[in-house]
């Protein structure tokens, strides 16, 4: 089956941010921002959206999110905005405008119509290339055909329980975090953490069918490499190397940026674009990518397993904060429960865990 990426790329962006200060109508002081939009809102944040009940979805979406930050980091998640225009992403300055409004997060998201059109746009793009020499009708037909089964309200709906609250996640942990950071171009999220535990924090707000599902996926690629480590390749070796892991930019940063480049260009400063890649786009993409999310998951109950701390993340960011690097935090003084105390101990012992974590199957009786 081909899958979609939703990728939301953003340009250098300066932020000095405080807490979620208590206000008696956000939808309020949002709209006077974007007033031409349905407007949700909670406790937590609001969602503007091109009528009620889909900005009412939007809040039920982040709003999960909101409790597993709690969770997982132990803190408040920094007051949010999802801003969706109907028919195009919301412009920069609508952006720069709500986070002045009081929103300290603001994510643009694109429509299920905007979607659809990114999505068609690059189906179209592929089966072009592939399709060269055919009559113009049979490709039509056929990019129809393939857009109507990966935009289908059900799908959309499936992707939609992952990717809002992830992509909020890696807002509230790079804000939360390092309130006064400018982001780079130069990295793939732009924040000044190591790309691993930002991954690692917007996984953690996808809903539990998505990250289950990274989970399984994950044990279906170790038992590949338990199965023969020598005949296993490159991308299925590095996914039980978590010295790796906790080490290299995300696989995917130069895939995606160089995607983007070719099909709208270089990102400005102050700027964002929301976009949906799909067939051999997505599979560039995610030949990299997919890995260090499958890694993401699966270390991060690693980490909660042997330090017997769910909120273990928030000890690792703030040592971070603090200019400490992954081998420093381990050595430092901190309690951290049964977790080795460097690197080397730490990649034999993760090894060993995998073993007991994914049991391998009783072999079938001949």
């Not at 979609?4 to 949002?30: D, E, I, K, R, Y």
């Not at 400005?268 to 499958?294: C, H, N, P, Q, W």
Request: hydrophobic share 40%; glycine share 6%.
């Amino acid at each position: 089956m081909s899958k979609s990426l939703f990728v939301v790329l953003m340009g250098s962006v300066a932020l000095a941010l405080g807490g979620n200060a208590p206000s008696p109508n956000l939808c309020q002081q949002a709209k006077t921002v974007l007033p031409q939009l349905a407007c949700a809102e909670s406790a937590n944040g609001v969602a503007l959206a091109g009528d009620t009940a889909r900005a009412q979805r939007l809040i039920e979406l982040a709003d999960a999110g909101v409790v597993r930050f709690k969770e997982y980091f132990g803190r408040q998640a920094l007051r949010y905005a999802i801003a969706e225009g109907p028919d195009a992403l919301v412009p920069s300055e609508s952006v720069g405008a709500l986070r002045r409004a009081g929103f300290p997060v603001v994510l643009p998201w694109i429509s299920p119509k905007v979607y659809r059109e990114q999505v068609e746009q690059s189906i179209r793009r592929g089966l072009t290339a592939r399709m060269t020499g055919r009559p113009q009708e049979e490709i039509d037909a056929a990019v129809q055909k393939t857009v109507e089964q990966q935009t289908n309200p059900e799908r959309l709906a499936r992707t939609e329980l992952a990717t809002v609250s992830h992509e909020l996640g890696h807002y509230w942990f790079w804000q939360g975090y390092w309130p006064k950071s400018t982001l780079s171009e130069e990295k793939h999220y732009g924040g000044p953490s190591p790309d691993w535990l930002d991954e690692m924090s917007a996984v953690l707000m996808e809903a539990p069918v998505s990250f289950n599902d990274r989970v399984k996926q994950f044990g279906q690629r170790y038992a590949t490499y338990r199965a023969d480590p020598q005949k296993a390749d490159e991308n299925t070796r590095l996914t039980v190397d978590l010295v790796n892991f906790l080490s290299e930019t995300h696989p995917a940063h130069q895939q995606v940026k160089l995607l983007s480049q070719q099909v709208s260009g270089d990102l400005k400063k102050d700027s964002f674009k929301a976009m949906v890649f799909t067939g051999e786009e997505a599979r560039k993409i995610a030949e990299g990518g997919a890995r260090f999310y499958l890694q993401s998951a699966v270390a991060s109950q690693y980490l909660i397993d042997r330090t017997g701390n769910r909120q273990i993340f928030a000890r690792i960011a703030e040592a971070f904060a603090r200019g400490e690097t992954m081998a420093e935090w381990l050595a430092n003084k901190e309690p951290k429960g049964k977790l080795p105390r460097d690197l080397k101990a730490l990649q034999a012992d993760w090894l060993s865990w995998l073993d007991q974590r994914f049991p391998a199957e009783p072999a079938k009786a001949a």
